[in-house]
């Protein structure tokens, strides 16, 4: 029942291929080659962050351009622009997937494999999660060395000089190329924005600790799943003054989903819904809010298990609930009968 795309070796890459060398019959047979590769990666390589093969044919009758064909998971293009509009929490799974994914391919059954052509365009978003589709430019190959020296790790705003092992090879060379492009494309543009202030501390040790290359990805990792248990748990707000007292709260009654306030970003476009740990939590927002007058804590959760809470800029018409809650500031009930 799952969406699934084809792959064939007739692609852009092959055009490109033609443009520029002339050579039509030899650029279908690299194209042909990299798609064959691909297709062995993929059946080797099984893991959430990997867009799953479901199968492929070789039609020996087909145009040469055409004759290799892959039925790969569908997805959809990662849209930068539109990722940077998302809640905190979404931008986080992002990163936390790519991670996980690094990680796996550090230590793949095939050795350490590194994106040679590591660029968001890559990724396919499936379901909401983030999966590489294009390993074509994927290698297991470590670069050989005599001394450090040889171990140059060259971008385009810094440079890295690594150890040559023992066995004359450049250590972690392709695991730290990976994470050194995942800090440059994603880290940087998606981690650091509207993230919980109590988490910021700890986001900037990630992006100082790879953007220098002091952190491997078993350390990356770990850090990642520090700062994930630190917000589902919501021990990071531990040192916040409690304000909840401020608050009357009303329960047995939810109120209307009607159009109300906007904030940025949201997990509504009618309103302003947010994720939190807790009505405290809650309470820390709305007062932080000029136009916020009252919030409730919904049972909608999101993937971390966290609490949506909708927040309101009146005192809104209440509906009988006996599983929920609404907050309402004091200065706003004194206004107002409730």
């Known amino acids: 029942g799952r969406d699934r795309s084809s792959r064939r070796t007739h692609c852009r890459a092959s055009t490109r291929c033609v443009r520029r060398h002339r050579a039509p019959a030899a650029c279908s047979r690299l194209a042909a080659y990299k798609l064959l590769k691909e297709l062995v990666l993929l059946r080797r390589l099984r893991h959430p962050g990997v867009v799953q093969l479901y199968g492929q044919c070789y039609d020996n009758s087909a145009h040469p351009d055409i004759r290799i064909t892959a039925m790969l998971e569908l997805g959809s293009p990662l849209e930068m622009i539109q990722l940077l509009q998302t809640t905190w929490e979404e931008r986080f799974k992002v990163c936390l997937s790519l991670v996980k994914l690094l990680f796996y391919l550090a230590h793949s059954p095939l050795g350490s494999i590194v994106l040679l052509d590591f660029q968001p365009r890559q990724f396919v978003m499936v379901d909401g999660n983030l999966k590489v589709t294009d390993l074509d430019d994927a290698s297991t190959e470590e670069l050989s060395c005599k001394d450090d020296n040889d171990c140059m790790l060259d971008f385009p705003t810094k440079s890295f000089i690594l150890k040559c092992s023992a066995a004359g090879k450049c250590e972690g060379i392709n695991e730290k190329k990976n994470l050194f492009n995942a800090y440059r494309y994603f880290f940087t543009y998606l981690l650091p924005h509207t993230a919980p202030p109590g988490l910021q501390p700890f986001l900037s040790d990630i992006l100082n600790a790879t953007g220098d290359l002091r952190y491997g990805i078993n350390e990356t990792l770990r850090a990642f799943e520090k700062i994930l248990h630190l917000y589902k748990t919501g021990i990071y707000l531990q040192k916040r003054p409690p304000v909840l007292q401020e608050y009357i709260s009303l329960k047995g009654f939810r109120t209307r989903e009607t159009q109300d306030y906007k904030c940025w970003p949201s997990y509504s476009h009618l309103g302003c819904l947010l ?64």
């Open 275 to 338: 994720s939190v740990h807790n009505a405290e939590e809650a309470a820390g927002i709305c007062n932080s809010q000029p136009q916020c007058q009252s919030f409730i804590v919904t049972q909608q959760r999101t993937w971390t298990g966290r609490s949506l809470a909708s927040f309101r800029s009146h005192l809104p018409d209440l509906i009988p609930d006996a599983n929920a809650a609404i907050y309402i500031k004091r200065s706003a009930s004194s206004r107002e009968k409730l």
